[in-house]
């Protein structure tokens, strides 16, 4: 593992961002449905003032201001919406800057190709790798084999599984 403290930073920030982010659209979402709830409310009152109005009942100005609030409440909700919108785009840009962070964080990890054991590391805080550059040497997890050559007078002590000292 190499040091990734400000990598792990950024991705704290860019999961800080998708979390506010969602809470953005939480609140437009919620915005949207008032401005809804208002706009129903509008056009019963416009439907209202019309039918009146075309009875003689009513003043052509309150026939107007129904139409006009109506008609506002519309282009308000057509407005939240697009707001709206904005906000999930916004938040997929958040989730793909995380996802970014994420694979910077992961680029400051060397994955071993197996289970094993590393045996050294011939590299130094702040050093240079180039790529292909070997830096330390890994064993592989397996059975435990040597290759030895055994004196011909010790020969017919050796037996198979047979602990040993090598030097």
């Known amino acids: 593992e190499m040091t990734n403290d400000i990598e792990q930073a950024q991705l704290a920030q860019a999961a800080a961002k998708v979390k506010v982010q969602l809470s953005e659209i939480e609140a437009e979402q919620a915005r949207l449905a008032g401005t809804k709830i208002k706009a129903d409310n509008a056009k019963t009152n416009f439907e209202r003032a019309k039918n009146l109005f075309d009875q003689n009942a009513e003043a052509e100005r309150t026939f107007d201001d129904a139409r006009t609030e109506y008609e506002s409440m519309v282009q308000q909700i057509k407005q939240v919406e697009a707001e709206v919108i904005t906000a999930q785009n916004l938040l997929k840009q958040y989730q793909a800057t995380y996802q970014l962070a994420q694979a910077e964080l992961n680029r400051k990890f060397i994955f071993?190709?197996?289970?094993?054991?590393?045996?050294?590391?011939?590299?130094?805080?702040?050093?240079?790798?180039?790529?292909?550059?070997v830096f330390g040497t890994f064993a592989p997890r397996s059975a435990l084999s040597a290759w030895c050559e055994i004196d011909e007078l010790f020969a017919p002590s050796v037996q198979v599984d047979q602990k040993a000292y090598l030097r």
Do not use: R
């Open 112 to 133: 071993a190709p197996t289970d094993g054991q590393v045996l050294s590391l011939d590299v130094t805080i702040g050093s240079l790798l180039s790529m292909g550059q």
